[in-house]
């Protein structure tokens, strides 16, 4: 792929198909005044299909929320034109306000100030609970 056309910024690439548009809204990208490309559908020897999202600078991302979204995605982070660091992303031990939970006695229902937060408890089958309910946070694909 191509990322000499940035001369600084980030490249998260390997993203499962489909999924760029949802990482973009999660990540808060549309507040950002630098310019961000979304790929969609790009060819991959390894995947078939893959997103790539490119990001016009090097802004602090939330490495968590995109381990949990897709921990297959890999960052490439290019500075002066070129690559300066290159590393996949990890399904996170815990997220907060990433997911909400769905639980109406939950306590987080009724203290709106409550962070939601989730932790990992199977890390094979990706099931992450709500640490105050121990509700199952709705799986992912
Ligand atoms: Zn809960």
New binding site residues.
Partial sequence: MVIDAISNGIVLDHIRAGLSLELYNILGLDSLQCSVALLRNVSSRKMGRKDIIKIDEIIDLNFDVLGYVDPGITVNIVRDGKLDRKFRVELPERVENVIR?K?PR???STEQELPHIFKLTDKENRIYR?I??E?RAKGRA
């Fill in positions: 939970c639980n939950c306590i987080t709500c105050y309910c509700t």
